[in-house]
């Protein structure tokens, strides 16, 4: 049986559905899929490689994780799983959300609720898809001739600083107000 290496994200986003999805169609081919939990180093990468001399790899890169170096596979198919596809040489596989589109789509529906006021809340920490959101939102809000504001807190998710910051400059934006959060854990810090 061969055997498809998969790097497993250490963020574990989403990972039981990728999974599965990824062991449904290896059931069909015929491949062992060898679930990989935490990124080792790039000695190491090329260790598990010689050891499993697998037909191809999955690199899961969710949360931002990017760092197993494309040359290490230049020999097998590899894809990547929700990494920057600008970080990428142009011959290798990559498959991410259109995180442009989803920000379009969420001007849409909040155009529709009506207010007259629009703000945009993104991930703390600088990330390709909450930097795309933003812009697709911001350039779909334009279209419609309507402004955006933009949240810009430092530090993380969960820390006091960007929590407080975050609540006083909620105090002072203009309502009603439709808010678009980066994501699910944004929006539950809103």
């Not at 989403?14 to 990989?36: C, E, F, M």
């Not at 040359?71 to 990428?88: E, H, Q």
């Not at 390709?128 to 911001?138: I, T, V």
């Amino acid at each position: 049986m061969e055997t498809v290496l998969y790097f497993q994200s250490p963020s574990k986003t989403s990972t039981p559905d990728k999974i599965a999805g990824v062991r449904r169609y290896a059931a069909v081919a015929n491949w062992h899929i060898q679930v990989l939990e935490d990124f080792p180093s790039s000695k190491s990468v090329r260790a598990l490689y010689e050891f499993w001399n697998p037909i191809g790899v999955i690199i899961e890169c969710g949360g931002g994780y990017q760092d197993i170096d494309p040359g290490i596979f230049s020999k097998i198919p590899a894809v990547y799983l929700d990494r920057n596809p600008r970080t990428l040489p142009p011959d290798v596989s990559c498959i991410s959300h259109d995180s442009v589109a989803t920000g379009r789509l969420a001007a849409k529906e909040l155009l529709v609720a009506g207010h007259p006021n629009f703000a945009y809340v993104p991930y703390p920490q600088p990330l390709f898809w909450s930097e795309d959101r933003e812009r697709g939102f911001k350039e779909a809000l334009k279209l419609n001739g309507r402004d955006c504001m933009v949240f810009s807190g430092e530090g993380s998710l969960q820390s006091i600083s960007w929590q407080k910051s975050l609540r006083k400059w909620i105090e002072t934006i203009a309502k009603p107000c439709s808010i678009f959060a980066a994501n699910d854990n944004v929006a539950a810090e809103i």
